[in-house]
């Protein structure tokens, strides 16, 4: 009789040991395939699709997608997202020592209350910037009455697939077509209003749910980006009612974050309560 060989892949021992009875069903799925794509190949981090997590989780995206800013709130896991798809590994919380590899994984943000800033372009995560033609991108015209950079269509698809989870191709000709027609009707910062107030928003968590991530369902119709643009999310604040609210309400600051890429009237950064 021949002798059985198993495979199997090592995973750290505290996700057994303490985490599993502490996290959601999704999110303890979802770090075993991390795991699975990290230990089980000797690496550090992997790149890892939203249709890989659903394909061997069995869960829908808006599960995967809320179980993984969980994690990320969290601070078990560190995702970078330079990469296409997005790059995750385990934080040190998990693995004790564990460095990570690229400057662009986002970690929490832990210093104390400060007057923010608003952020440097170069900031924005970079999208594909291939293109079929042999021309420079940006040389090319792209109407005849103004100029739009590549930079403010990468900054409107990168802001889309950070809130979205990688649900836009930067590279599909139709994307980029609406895109830069939404961009020539609407100023980029309209646009990333707009899109914070759709993922916000409980219309397209409970009644349009199938809309809220679909890119066409957005770029191709400026009525829906104006409606987006005019929702008003309630857990935004200005730097000063955040303040009002950690003195005054004994709020904890660890409930809010500092949004980089959404600004007040002022210019200074709004705050989400989490």
């Known amino acids: ?30 770090l075993m395939i991390i795991g699975r794509k990290t230990c089980g190949f000797h690496k550090s ?5 939203l249709s ?11 599960t995967v997608i809320r179980a993984l800013k969980d994690l990320e709130a969290k601070r078990l896991i560190l995702r970078d997202r330079s990469t296409s798809p997005h790059s995750y590994q385990f934080s040190e919380l998990i693995l004790p020592g564990m460095t ?53 269509y990468r900054k409107v698809c990168s802001y889309w697939n950070k809130t979205f989870g990688d649900t836009l191709d930067p ?12 961009i020539k009707e609407f100023s980029v910062d309209q646009l990333l209003k707009a899109m914070l107030n759709r993922s916000r928003d409980d219309f397209y968590k409970t009644k349009a749910h199938y809309l809220r991530e679909n890119p066409k369902s957005f770029f191709e119709h400026h009525k829906t980006i104006r409606n987006d643009l005019s929702r008003k999310p309630d857990n935004l604040f200005t730097y000063e009612q955040m303040v009002h609210k950690v003195t005054t309400e004994g709020v904890s600051m660890d409930n809010f974050r500092r949004l980089e ?14």
């Open 1 to 30: 009789m021949s002798e059985t060989t198993y495979t199997y892949t090592q995973m750290p021992n505290k996700i057994f040991d303490e985490l599993q009875a502490e996290i959601g069903d999704s999110e303890l799925s979802l």
């Open 45 to 49: 981090k992997d790149r890892i699709a």
């Open 52 to 62: 890989t997590f659903e394909k061997f989780t069995g869960k829908a995206r808006d």
């Open 100 to 152: 990570v590899e690229n400057s662009d994984v986002q970690k929490p943000n832990q210093s104390r209350i400060i007057e923010p800033s608003k952020v440097d372009p170069s900031d924005y995560l970079p999208v594909g910037s291939s293109n079929p033609q042999k021309k420079p991108f940006k040389q090319r015209e792209r109407n005849t009455t103004s100029t739009i950079s590549f930079e403010d």
């Open 171 to 182: 590279e599909d000709p139709n994307i980029k077509r609406f895109v830069y027609a939404a």
């Open 261 to 274: 890429d959404q600004f007040d009237s002022q210019g200074k950064s709004l705050w989400e309560k989490v």
